[in-house]
């Protein structure tokens, strides 16, 4: 491939079957990509892709603006009349539980991969750099027809059969949407110990899944993944189009000019900008991946970026 872009080493659902020693390969090859690329920005067994607090408390310190009010250390902030937040000392052991959004809107892709595609590989980076030291990964997959639970367990076999679900999840039947409330709230039943979720969508159509993510962001570290196209915020100027709705089915006619192409792009920004409000009032950073991007680098970013803002902070 002659692209300076990377490429998600997965096969696309949309063409056709998988056969299951291609998906394999397939897998071992991505998540060699993902150790290599990544090797030298994570350091230590236990910091993953998002740098948790932990769950058992450790010293004081003084209050930063951005720290989590929850952590709030009221009897030093009384002592000492001026605002601390308790630090945690991480677990030795993560459980980590992937929310992955396989509707009928994630089986397109205009670039280089479909965004189903980009979902498995994000759930990939998540599994390999949460995995070690007894850690373990579950996952709720959801096309918005049936939702599937696969316990949260370690070691690299379990890792691979979990995306291996992902990966052949069938799609669901025609004029099926998908529930992202739903199956986030199936996250928290039953209760589990505090740990991380990660939630993974292209999160289009109505925000209603607010209250189901902060009772979980109340319990646990939160990072939400944005998977994008970029027709999911820009219209090409190709004149008349006839356009299907993926999840209803829904068949309209357009002549896409550029007063249509315009208000589709401030439409999708601003409901952009309002998915990453919502995750931020939830307490979730927000990762974006497109599939015209390097997505790689962007998880190096989002990962640099983090680590700096943590460390500047302590």
Known sequence: MTSSRRRVDLPSLKRGEI?????????????????RKLDGVLH??????LPGPGSEPGESR??????????MD?????????????????DRELETWLVVDVSASLDFGTVE????????AAAAAIAFLNSGGGNRLGAI?????????????????????LLRAIATTPKAPPGVRGDLAAAIDALRRPERRRGMAVIISDFLGPIDWMRPLRAIGARHEVLGIEVLDPRDVELPPVGDVILQDAETGRVR???IDEQLRDDFAKAAAAHRAEVARTLRRCGAPLLS???????????VRFVATRRLALAGRA
């Not at 997959?141 to 059969?161: C, K």
Request: glycine content about 6%; charged content about 30%.
């Open 289 to 299: 991946l497109r599939t015209d991007r390097d997505w790689i680098a962007d998880v």
């Open 19 to 35: 056969r299951d020693p291609a998906l394999s390969a397939a897998l071992r090859k991505l998540e060699l990509t993902v150790r």
């Open 253 to 255: 006619e357009f002549t």
């Open 44 to 49: 230590g067994d236990h910091l993953g892709l």
């Open 141 to 161: 997959i959801s096309n918005g027809d049936a939702t599937r639970r696969v316990p949260a367990l370690s070691g690299r076999m379990h890792e691979q059969e």
């Open 74 to 90: 009221w009897s030093v902030t009384a002592r000492t009349t001026h605002p601390h937040v308790r630090q945690m000392i991480a």
């Open 113 to 120: 991969c479909e965004k189903r595609d980009l979902a498995v």
């Open 62 to 71: 003084m209050y930063q603006p951005g720290d989590d009010v929850r952590r």
